[in-house]
């Protein structure tokens, strides 16, 4: 298993235009990359059409097109990282319920038996929804919910990409986690 120091330095390297450092990387942080994506395709329907290798290799392209991306550590990385998983999902459930595909009727062909539930797409689609209302309030909170939830981050590590206490981590958790529940409780679905 690499250090994080040792991936924190090919990502400095990476940052600064070094294409070698990100081909010595990529290697070192998949199985991290893979943990985060069966994370989240866990949370999606057994049917879902995007699997867990194609997200990680979606999320790949991105991170690889991320350019200007002067990365800090490890953990900011995964940080970015597990905000592009969740904007893919995000995407991919939006798509599945556009009205020019049917909207919320099911598909049912040979080539794409499993389609992602309308259940499931509603519940992750109101999720992005007051995740996005968040940031519109308090954009630090919204951020710390994604490195937890989506990222996988402890709290120390929130903490060490965020530059705050980790007692004031634990605080925006709770207060967001309580703001998401009641605003996630108060759309009609």
């Not at 953990?75 to 995407?91: D, K, P, T, V, Y």
């Not at 710390?144 to 530059?163: D, H, N, P, Q, R």
């Amino acid at each position: 298993m690499p250090s994080p120091d040792e991936i924190t330095g090919l990502l400095v390297k990476w940052s600064k235009g070094d294409q070698q450092a990100l081909a010595e990387l990529l290697p070192l942080v998949e199985r991290e990359l893979h943990r985060l994506a069966h994370s989240y395709m866990r949370r999606e329907n057994p049917n879902h059409t995007l699997q867990t290798t194609a997200l990680i290799n979606e999320t790949y392209l991105r991170l690889i097109d991320q350019r200007k991306v002067q990365w800090q550590n490890r953990a900011h990385f995964f940080g970015i990282a597990a905000q592009i998983m969740r904007r893919i999902l995000s995407n991919y459930a939006r798509d599945q319920n556009r009205v020019k595909r049917g909207g919320r009727a099911k598909q049912v062909s040979l080539s794409r038996v499993g389609i992602l539930s309308s259940e499931k797409a509603k519940e992750l689609l109101a999720l992005e929804e007051a995740l996005d209302k968040l940031a519109a309030i308090d954009k630090r909170k919204s951020r710390v919910v994604e490195l937890k939830y989506f990222g996988g981050l402890s709290v120390e590590e929130i903490a060490e990409v965020l530059k705050m206490s980790p007692a004031t981590v634990q605080r925006d958790l709770n207060y967001a986690k309580a703001w998401l529940r009641r605003e996630i409780g108060n759309e009609a679905y």
